[in-house]
């Protein structure tokens, strides 16, 4: 990998810029691309000692993405989706890592990201109209514009368990996972979560450890990966086709392509013809791929049913232990309505001799003892390491850790309080000119997130272009245009299976957080068409104000 850690010279004049950006993830290296490209004058700032942001973070034991590499990669330089081979289906984190390091080297992106630091407060100067930054080190930065590329899923959550302090062995959570890896050979191990990072890790783990405890409290549906190596034949298709691959993503609800939408409802066919149509779909692999079975999976419960009870039965005939595999077997929220995990041997793992299934939604986790964790009833499990595999304070919990503020005494936690506000999921009503990437209100975390994030980015500068353009100096979504919006985005939301399930996307992981749900669930074209057509007609929704006359 190269060198993150050089630090860049900084510029001459770097407190006074067109647009702060805060990260320096996939989605803020390509806002630093693309608005560089306007003209503008950019800096990110990254918190980590790296670029990469979920990639940079999240090493833990067999992190790896659930979409297939050649899609989950920028789209917006041909050369470099010809050029980059990816060597598996499915590319592993320090791959992933590898290449977004390839694209800061290759397009020059290194010399306008601040590493190591953290932004703790963004406030909104009306009179002027532009934001003022302040970093964890005290550097204040002036700037026009803020765009804020700070991560969905970039703030761990470690649940409040008392004990833990007490606790003899290590612990650690896997969105915070250490750089020089952890050895488990030979030790007793717990596991608290069984979301994607827990399904990743647990096979990994289980191989190492002298004994593996996971302690689950909702079970997930989980697919086989059926990950494998890249081949030629594969490789060169896709790159032949790939523009036109990439548009036809682009009119898909997940921005993924390469698969035939459906066309009956699962109800339309007999059983046989179902489960044979779910087998192909296991066989294959890939989590779209067997949502897209049929056309209803998302909408209709009953239809649902049989897509789950497929699931659940691969697991009955999988897990040896029928009250392990009853236990495993998801039957709390329909299939697809939380993220559907990919694995590799995950439910095979509960095979083994030296891993147990323990389940804390019956008996929770009352505290961590010094030796290991104990349960409401008493029971108590002795562990060298505990792995919190429990998740992050998604969507929200990035931009509310900063101190984000106007002139005129809005504050983005108090108009967030019952729930995040927002238009389009990319900006928020008595807040000018801050943009959000793939925020709360937006499609980003229900798509292939970097088409999300690219599209999400193109759409933020060609506004800034356009009030450059125009002697315009400050945009804002109208009161009315966001409420509306979020009304929108609840009503689709509840004509589809997604509210049944407790998720993150309804803040359900987080004890106190309001109960909204977040992302858009639309469809990435409908949300893409609607955004397009709303920069069509003059950003209607927005309030667009012109440059106040410089005085002679
Ligand atoms: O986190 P999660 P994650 N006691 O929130 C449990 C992306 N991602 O890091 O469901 C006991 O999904 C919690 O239980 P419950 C992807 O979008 C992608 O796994 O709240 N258990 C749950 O089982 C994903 O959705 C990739 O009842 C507790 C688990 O911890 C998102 O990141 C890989 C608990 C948390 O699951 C987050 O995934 C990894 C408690 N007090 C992640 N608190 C790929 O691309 C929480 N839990 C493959």
Known sequence: MPDASSSPSPPPDKDQLDVAIVGGGLAGLYAIHRLRGLGLKVRAYEAGSGVGGTWFWNRYPGARCDVESLEYSYSFDDQLQQDWKWPERYGTQPEILKYINHVADRFDLRRDVQLDTRIKKATFDGKDNRWTIVTDKGETISARYCVMAAGNLSTPRVPDFKGLSDFKGKWYHTGLWPHEGVDFSGLRVGVIGTGSSGVQMIPIIAQQAKHLTVFQRTANFSLPARNMPMTVEKESKHKAEYPARRAAAMETPFAIGGHAKPTRSALEVDKAERDAAYESKWQEGGSISYLYAYTDLLVNKASNDTASEFVRNKIRSTVKDQRTAELLAPKDHPIGTKRLCLDTNYYETYNRPNVSLVDVR???????????????????????????????????????????????????????????????????????????????????????????????????????????????????????????????????????????????????????????????????????????????????????????????
């Open 362 to 552: 019956s008996d929770a986790i009352d505290h961590v003892t010094a030796s290991g964790v104990k349960l409401k009833s008493g029971a108590s499990f002795e562990l060298d390491a505990l792995v919190f595999a429990t998740g992050f304070d998604a969507m929200t919990g990035a931009l509310n850790e900063i101190d984000v503020k106007t002139s005129d005494g809005a504050v983005l936690r108090d108009h967030w309080e019952g729930g995040p506000l927002t238009y389009l999921g990319m900006m928020v009503s008595g807040f000018p000119n801050m943009f959000i990437v793939t925020g709360p209100g937006s499609p980003g975390v229900k798509t292939q997130m970097i088409a999300s994030i690219e599209q999400h980015v193109d759409w933020i500068a060609d506004a800034i272009d356009h009030l450059q353009k125009h002697q315009l100096d400050r945009i804002e979504p109208a009161a009315e245009a966001e409420s509306n919006w979020v009304t929108h985005v609840n009503q689709v939301a509840d004509s589809t299976l997604y509210p049944l399930a407790n998720s993150w996307y309804m803040g359900a992981n987080i004890p106190g957080k309001p109960r909204v749900f977040m992302p858009y669930v639309g469809g990435f074209d409908r949300y893409k068409k609607h955004c397009d057509a709303i920069a069509a007609k003059g950003y209607e929704g927005f309030s667009l104000t012109r440059r106040a006359p410089v005085r002679a």
